[in-house]
Structure formats: structure tokens, C-alpha cells
């Protein structure tokens, strides 16, 4: 049917199905700026638009409903290439991270503003109250739009919004616009959907219903006789390589026990095969045309059922090492349809016994500190599986390119996709090129291949180009979610409240496969067990495999369930001991200076770097939060069934990995002075692109805008491992800061014999410019001078970034809860982070980065979790039934404070901001919880009923 | 998979249409429920409210008339909706729904979990219905316990009930959260006592229930003790356990929420 609808003050006409809704046609017409991350569930409004003027979901709308009207999206926001004060504001307030629910804030700012002049921070929420954004926590927004009004008054109006740091630096501890910004707030071209060509197709998996169950059989006959369908993939025609699908340094501490379609199904919605067609429709078609006949085995779902003695085994093929074989390995009684497990290196595995990993380790002598010990405390803290839920979903586009490969990926680590993907199709890497797009939000999902490597063989084999893209529930039962952990923590302590002891037995769910199977587990005692200063220290982990759905790396790695059992634990030995909680965690913390030892035997996989702690901000972030929350009081409500509490944690990441990470950049001068920067860093919307660009900007003397930057382009740009680890600031901001030491020293070289000086007289002054003595010579020259015809050639200068230090991030969360005794109900009314990020690079995007932690930890906390049935099959894998934290549930009083340190290691002083913001919410709200009801909360989410049962009201 | 999309321009026209196409055939109102990725009914034919009118508040001497089509948004701006619909209206915390949602659609829909029909109930509403031959009035509360798809065009409420205390309250996870539970209740006040109690549960049946034998109990009596409330709520639902809950937990919950709307109001 034709219809017609004025867009964007356009008049058009559209031929369109009835069934199509309005975000598609409107995407299909190239105007990309409505998203989508719900399936049409109407639940995250990131296909906004206004509509005869209200701001409505277009994945709600028919095509036929939109007939007659006028429809306007973010592209009116901009006149020409000017931004308008919306867009500016947006930027300078720091709430443009990812920037895929980016149009969609703008418009609802948009409609806002224009009905309300004045608005209060309750109509913001109310705005902003049916847009997800996963990012930033939604605090920022409400300066942003009290910006964005100032400024549609007064274009020139400024205002700081964040606090800076550093004096004598021009753009390091800045708060500077996103390099990427514009882009994300014009609505362009930017994400792997926007790059998809006419004529592409589409690529489809069909998915096990059952948890554990061989394929006996299947047949594709009828799907592959089906028009439009290009290529079907079983197990029985797909490669037989085993790899994993965890984006970590090669030789992985992951098993390779999968291919890209096993015999076995392990998990619902494993794979089963891929249909390649012409259309999405033929292709979803295609899939109900497939017949499989199962052979249903038991499913193992918790640890208990993996732990016991005969409990179906979920990888029972033959088992393999590449090095370090023990001399015990028994493949005789393999199941050959299980395939196989292939261990890079021992990581204490035996699948035989669904033990994907184990690891133990320690200091001191564990006994002797419980033997000393006057108190001790011994608990089990679980946490449940929670996902990532970024609102762009998992989504790859690949084609060929002459005889190569191109992915256009949303990932986090361009180079281990690059890898992974040559190893499945048995092809050389410079085959293959990797193009990182803007990515929609990862939250350490995107760590893993999980689709990448699919759509790249089909297009490897077929030749044609492919769009693959994750619908939300696919995003929950097959993508990444935490591994669900249960931490027995065993403490000992003197009468004066000092630490004798610590121990944590660990227990984790890697389930199907073994995707960072050691690392995560062992990150939750490596990033909690440092914080305490204890001469003996003992850690047992062990990981199990079974048939829930797949696990891996989520923001905080395995920290925040370390934190929450071992800070919780601490606040009942304190109890115990009848001292205050905050008390005995500044008894007992880490200090600058303080050594680590512990993390001697905290690597992954190897043996670790002790480390002395080289700056520390817990002191004045206790101290300083203490006085916020008014620690030493406690509050009253005037409702008698309702009690405040308030709660503390102390916490930590590290910021990459020691001896293990690896970065590198190439800063080259251009022909009139100014820069091109290629980073290997992979930025997710952390704002890793604005801040090696001002490591630049810093070291050459020269305006950000003067530097043009590309990063994660495999063809392009130098290796990184990708942005995991926290590694951004302190692995890719150093290469990056090393590469402009290098091109400096050039350019001083040049100088030097242009101003016919000795180098160690001259110096770069801002702007471009090198300084001598008497006479300068700026950048422009000095670039004509190298690439004219007896020159030495264009100046470029590459650096790597490798240390055996760690720039530790430290922080304390502060927060105030009420609960209702009589309803269950639990409120977050204050919530104060405080961290030490060392140098806050950026500090506005710093802020969001805590903010946006914080938020989706206090979901985790409170209500996020996905439930699984008896068969293992996800009955909430939806954004509907799964909750995530809206505008309405942030804190009434949601503070973050970067506390200044100067890391002697870190770029400028910089270090980590973002996964440690996921490691507080947990163990404070709960303890939070204790403080208003006398009950401990030791698995989460802390939900109504389960407070009421510990309550003994049900 | 729709096959046709049909705009009538009347009421005549829609329900002519609706009689033509029969049980394939679906009115789509603001398209939030039906256009939904888990609405479970597939429609070949979908039939357009929005070319029919009905979206204007109007106020008699006896009642106020809300037409079917007024979006649940326009409802919060108008000066003719009661505060307590408002209040009601506003638990649907997302905005954009809420300029898309329809009154009548949200109605029609009769979710156990509606935010607004409790309410609705509770202030005694009354719906418009049109049928090839009639026209009538029947009572929300009696629409909600029969599977009807006759065409709704007005919600009207007497402004006799304004003299009532309407209370809603309901139970959710999070802010964005489809309740779990609802509660509204209205009654007179009379003294320390109240009269012509109507207790509204959603969330512990199929539909949204009457709590008649709760309405009996404290109807012209002394109040009962909280505690007490709470159990004869309680004792009077019979929910299920599902991923939202289990029904030891929505029994319990129900009645705090029942008791807090008669004890902290």
C-alpha cells in the first residue's frame, strides 16, 4: 500500500506492507537514526520519534498509522553541519557514551524543552522515562538538559560541569567534547547496522529447544529447496576446529571446546545451523523448514548437580593439551559426539568431573591465621546470572573484498575476532581485515566472538555478503551473561579487629562452554582479596560446567561477586567483633605503599606480579564519604514500618593486565602541522578515542581538532588487545602517549637542524610549534621541510605499551536504603561513589562511566536476574520480564566523586574508571540492609520476597 | 501476518468491517498492546480506531465521558480526569506508551496487571459499548470477567463517585516494571468506619478481580485491625507462582498493599 508522511518537514511517499513497522520502513528509507534493542517490546524507546508531535516507540507503529503524518527524528535537530544547543549540551555534559539511545534522548530533550521551559529534574525523568540507556546512569542528564535550556537562550552560555584536574595540562583532566561526538549526536552513519548494502543477506540460526540432547539427525532438504536460501551449515558440513570463543591473549586460559556447530547441544538455544538467504523472512522461514531429531539428555544446572559424583557430564570427548599434558590424562572412555576439549596449558580442568578450571593459591599459612584469630566469621554469599542487555544487541556484517575478508564488528578486541576467525576458517590473518564500528554498548559481552565467526564463514564459503544480528532474546540465552558464583568466605580476626586470616572457596558456573573459565573466578579474588591487608591468605576456585546458558566477561570481570561476598563477610565479622564496619575497614585496607603479595599467585595462568600499591585513594574517599552520608548518624522515617540503613565497601580493579597486555599507536605529522593518530584502542564509548587523542594534543602542543584519529582497524591501525581488563586508559592512553614522545623526538631532531640548535634548547610550545633560543619554527614548516624532495620523508613515529606495573583504581561506595519491613520493598535513596581513577583523563565521561557502573550494579542488586526452568530454558529473556534500571530507579541523591590521585605509572597520572564502579553496589546496599532491618542479605538480587522470607513474614 | 489494514472514517464503518471479517479481523487502537512482539494473536485483518473519533473529554451533569481513542497521555493533562485516574494513569511510567496508549485500547486489552482498570473499578466506570444493533452501557467490572471484543467508545465515570475516597497502590520490581500487583480500593468515609467498600485486586487472577468477600467484611464495621485486613485480603486471592513470584508471596503482598491503601489514607 502507498502511503504518504511528512518527515522532517519533507513531504514523501512510501510503498509499504501492511505488516511493516514504522522503525523498519524509516531504516529501510536510510534514515538510521531509530535503533532498536527490544524486538518491538516497546521497552527501550531507542526507535523513538515524534509523531504529530509526541514522542512514541516506532517499532510500535504499523506503517499504515503513520499515513497523513508528520514525523520528525534527530536529523531536524541540526541545521546544516551546525549542531544546535541540544546536541552541544548533550556533549558537554558528558551523557554521549555509546550513542545508540543518543537520538532518542535528543528528540525526547527536544519535545521537552519545547512544552516546558523550565523543566524539574521529575518532568526530566518522566521525558526520559521510556528510553533504556545502559550507559550512563541517567544522572548527567538532568545538567544536560538544564544546559541545553541555558543554551537555547544564550548559544554562548557555559557552564563547568565537571571538575578538572591537572593545572599545568591544557586537555588531560579536561572536560573536552568527544572526539566521536558529533557524529553520535547527528545520528550518522556510525554503527554495523548503518553499514549493511542493498542486495546483502541475512543469517539466521536455528536453536536448540534443549539443554542437553546429540543431534541424532537432521535434515535441511526442504529449507535448502526453498527460494532465496543460499547456504545451510550443520554440524555436518561445518568445519571440525575446535576453538573458544573468549577475545583473550593468545595461548587462551579458555578451553577450545566448541566448534562452530557441535554434535551435542549444551545449552538452550546453542546452535544447531545457520540458514544464509536472500531475505530475513526467507531465512526465519527457512528454519521451520529444518527437521532435527534429538536424543534429550539430562540437564546439569547449578553447581551442585555438576558437583555430583555420576552427574551427566557436559564435555565427555577426548581431552587434550597443547602443552603441559598431566600424565594421568585418560581418553578411554570418551564420547566421540562430545568432540573434544582442548587446553592451551594446564588450568586444572577435568571435564571428566564437569570441572572446566580450577585454582588454588595463597600467602602465609592459612591455619596459623585462623589459629591466631579471637573472632572468626565463616558465611556463603551467591550471586545469580544477570546479562549484559547493551541495547545494540550482538550484530556483524561481513563481505568480501577481493580475495578478503572485511567483518564490520561491534567488538571489543578487533585483533582476537581477527584471529579467531582465521583459525575457524583455516585462513592466514592478513586475509582478513576487522573494522570496529561505533559499538551500541558491550559491558564486557562483546568480549566474546559470539556471532562474529559465524557470518564470516558463511560469507567465506558463499562469497556474498552477510548481516547478522542478535534479537534480544538471543541476547540473553546465547550471548554472555556472570557467571553465577557461590563464595564461602572464612575470616579470622584479633579482639582489636585486625585481620588474621581470609579465605574464599569459590565455586562458579561457566556453564556450556569454558569462555574465561579461570579468569573470571579468579578475577573475584584477585580484585577483592588485595584490598585487605593479611599476612595469610588462602583462595580455592573451581569452575563447573553445565547447561545453563553461556557465561563470560561482564563489566567488573569476576569483581563485583568477590567484592559483595568478601566486603559483606567483613561487615559481619565486624559485627561480630562489635566494631564498626567503617572502622574496621580502615583498620585493615591497603595503603599507598602497601605490597601485594597476594598477587604473586593471581595471575591467569600463569605465575603473577606482586605488586607495591603505587597510589591510593581509599583514605580520603572514606573519609569523604563518611561526611556525605553522615555516616555516624542514623536516620529516622517517619513511616513505622520503614527503616533506613546505610552501607559501605571498599573496592578495587586494576587497569589491564601486567605482563600480559599489550597496546600500540602511530602518531604521523601532516603536510600544514597537524596530526593523524592510529590507536589500536578499541572504544566502546568509554571516550578511549578523546583520550589518546589528548595524550597527543598534550605531549605535541597542538588543538585536539588538529588531530584526526582512526582506532581498531585491523588494516589501519596497530595491534591492541581490545578493551578489556580496564586496560583502555592505562594500555592504549600509554601507547598512544609514547607514540607522541617518539614523533616529539623527531620532531625536535628536524627542529634542531632547521634552527641549527642542540635539541636539549628547544622545546614544543603550544600551538605546533618548536622553540628555540631565539627563533621557532612551527609544525607546518618543519613537515614541509621532512616530505619536500631532500627531505627525510613524512614524520611518523609508533610506540608500544607493555609494563610488568599495575596503576591500581581504588574507590569506596557510600549508600542510604530504606526498606519497608512490612512490604519488602527496598529504596536506594543516596548513593555515593567515590573512586580514585588517578588522573581523570576526561573527567565529565569519568563521571558517566561511574555513574553508568554503579546503576547497573544496583539492578543486579535489587531485581536483575534471569530465571531459568527446570529444563534450563530462560523464561525471562526479554527487557519486558528482565528488568534493567530506568531514569525512574535512579537514587534520589546519586553522587560520583573522582578523588585525585597522580599514578606514577598511568599516563598523566591516569588510571581505570569504569568496571570498578560495578564492584560497590552489591556489598553496600546489602549491608545497607542489614543497618535498617538486622537481617544479611547473602544472595542476590535482593528482592521483596526474599527480604520478607528472611523476615519471617512469609 | 496482516493482510489488509482498513481505516473506516465511522463507528458504523469499523463495526461493519469487524462483522464482515469476523474472528480474523482486530480493532488496533494506539497499537502498543497489538503491535506488540508478544501479543499473542496474529490478526489478518486489522481495523483503525484512530479514523473514528472518540477523543474528547466530556463532562454532564452526572458524569464524565472519556472517548475510547484519548491517549492515556492527553488523559494526564485534562483538567476533567479525577486525581485519583491520574494517579492511577501515571504507574505506567513510560512516557512514550503512554502517548501512544489509548484509554479504550488499555481497557480492551484487560490485562490482570492493568495499571488503570483497578481503578476504573473502583470508582464504579462504566464503558460505552457499540454493536451493529445497540448501543449500551454496561459496568467495567462485569466487561473484565467476559471475553468480549465488541467495540468500546466511551469510559465513563458518575460524578456521584467523586464524593468517594479512590486509593490505588500497587507492587513492582523496578520503576519500568508491569506491575505484579494491584490494588485499588474506593469507599465513604463515615466516621472511624467505612461504607460501600469496593476492593480491586490485578495481578491474582486472570482478570482483574472484586474482593466481594473483603467489600462485606468491612462494609459499615469497626476497621479491623491491620494485621487482620492484611490476612482477609490475603485469604481471598488465590494467585499463582510464577517467574514474577510465587503466590505465597503475592497472597502476602496483596493484603499489605490492600491494608496500607485503608491505613495510611
Redesign the interface.
Known sequence: ?KIKVTINDIPREYYTD??E?VRDLLRREAITRVRDG??????C?AC?IILNG????S????S??I?GKEIYTVEHLSKNRELSAIQTAFLDAGVVQCGYCTPAMLLATKKLLEENNNPTRENMK??F???FCRCTGYEQYFKAVDLAKERLSDPHYVVKLAPEFRENLRVVGKAKRKVDGPKLVRGERAFVEDMVEPGSCYLKVLRSPHAHAYIKDIDTTEAEALPGVVHIVTHKNCPDIYYNQAGQGFPEPSPYDRKLISEKVRHVGDRVAFVVAETKKIAEHALTKIKVDYEILKPVLSIDEAAKEGAPLIHNGNIEYVVGAPDDLDNSCAEKRDGKVIYQFPIHGNPRKNIAASVSGGIGDIDVGFKEADVIHEQTYESTQVQCTPVEPHVVYTRMEGDRLVIHASTQVPWHLRRICARILDISENKIRVIKERVGGGFGSKQDIVLEEVAAYCTWVTGRSIFFRFTREEEFISSRTRHPMRIKVKLGAKKDGKLTAIKMDLEANTGPYGSHCLTVPMNACSKSLPLFLCDHVKFNVTTYYSNIPPTGAYQGYGAPKGSYALQLASHELAEKLGMDHLAFLEKNRVHDGSMLEILRCLGEGREGIPQKVSSCGLGPALEQGAKMINWAAKEKCDDPDVSIGKGVAIIQQGSGLPGLDSANATVSLLGDGTLMLLSGGTDLGTGLDTLTTKMVAEILCVEMQNISMISADTDVTPYDDGAYASSGTFFSGSAALNAAKELKKKILSVASKMLEEPEDKLAITFPGTVQGTNKSVSFQDISRHTQCGTGVGQLTASANFTTDRAAIPYGAHFCQVAVNK????VKVQKYYALQDCGTPINPELALGQIYGGVLKTI?HS??EQM?LDENGRC??A?L??Y???????VPDDFQAVLVDTDDPFGPFGGKSVSEIACNGAAPAIASAIYNATGIWMRTWPF???KI?RKLG?? | ?????Y?PTSITEAIALKNKLGSEALY?A???EV????FPVKPKY?I?L?GIGLKAIEETDEAIHFGANV?L?DLLENNLTPDFLKVAIKRL?????R??ATLGGHVASNKSCSDIIPTLIACKAALEVVTENETKSILLKDYVTHEKTDLITKIIISKKVLNRTVVSNN?C??????SILNVAISYVKEGANIREPIVVVGGVAKHVICLTAVEEALDGKEMPVREDLEKLVSDNVSPITD????A??KK??VG??AA?LLFNN
Open positions: 500500500m501492511p505488516n513497522k527490544c524486538d518491538s517490546q516497546g521497552s524507546g523513538s509526541k514522542l512514541v516507540n517499532c510500535l507503529l504499523l499504515p498509522q499515513d518522566d521525558t522515562s521510556g528510553i512490612r512490604t519488602g520493598e539492578g535489587l531485581y530465571i523464561l525471562n526479554n519486558l520480564d528488568k534493567v534500571p530506568m531514569i525512574n530507579d528482592s521483596a520476597e520478607l513474614k512469609i | 501476518m496482516v493482510l489488509e489494514f481505516k488496533l494506539g497499537g502498543t503491535n506488540n512482539l508478544f486489522l483503525s484512530e491517549l497521555q511510567v513510560n512516557k512514550n506508551i502517548n501512544m507492587y520490581r523496578s520503576a519500568n516494571d508491569v517467574i514474577r513470584g510465587t505465597a508471596f502476602y503482598e499489605v498493599l496500607s
